[in-house]
């Protein structure tokens, strides 16, 4: 499956998703297609493929101890 985005330049490619992380990261594209429309990055919620430690507390522990 490839995914269809927007360059800065205003060009329009196709990549695969592993590209997609890539172009976003390096800040080379200003929108990518989803199913639902364009998403504009910057201004909608894009999920990140990079997970960071969370410090919060653990909320799926057992109660039971």
Do not use: C
Not at 20 to 34: G, S, V
């Amino acid at each position: 499956m490839q995914i269809k985005v927007k360059f800065i330049d205003g060009n329009i490619e196709l990549v695969r998703p592993r590209e997609l992380q890539e172009l976003i990261d390096a800040r080379r594209i200003t929108q990518f297609r989803r199913s639902g429309g364009w998403v504009t990055l910057g201004k909608e919620t894009v999920r990140s493929t990079l997970r960071g430690d969370y410090s919060g507390l653990e909320r799926r522990s057992n109660f039971n101890d």
